[in-house]
C-alpha cells in the first residue's frame, strides 16, 4: 500500500514542490512549523532513515542543505534546521525550515493546517532561490508537479 507522500510524488494528492529528482523530491509540509517548511523525500518507500542505503541518505543531506541554503536567503532566517522523525508517515522525510530558535524546533509547534494560498506562495519563493543557486534543473517546471515537466 503506498503512503501518502507516495500518492504527493505520484500526483494522486496536490503537493507544492521545489525540487524533484531521480531519488528523491521535496514539497511543502501541510502542517507547518515556519512559512517555508519543507519535506525532503525519497522516491523509494523506505520507513526509517536508518535503513536507506549511504548514497540516498547522502543525496538526501546534500538536498536538504540546498534547500536550507534557499530558505535562509528568502525568509532572511539566521539558520536553516533539520528533523528527522517519521512517525506520522512510515515514509523518510526530512523536515527543512527557517529557524529564527531552537524553542520553534518541535512537531508540537506544527500548525495543524494552512492556507493552500501561503504554501504555494512560500515554496515558490524557494524554487526562485534555487534557480538563483543553480538548481533550475531540479526545479520542476510546474508547482504542483514532482516531474520534471
Known sequence: MSTVFTKIIDGELPGNFAWADDVCVVFASINPITDGHMLVVPRKEVAKFTD????????????AAAIGRAQEKVFDAPRATMMIAGFDVPHVHLHVLPAWGEGELSMANA???ADPKDLARATERIRMALVEQGHGDKVPAKLGSASGE
Open 111 to 113: 500548525a495543524e493546517s
Open 52 to 63: 536507506l542505503d549511504d548514497a540516498t541518505l547522502a543525496h538526501l543531506m546534500c538536498v
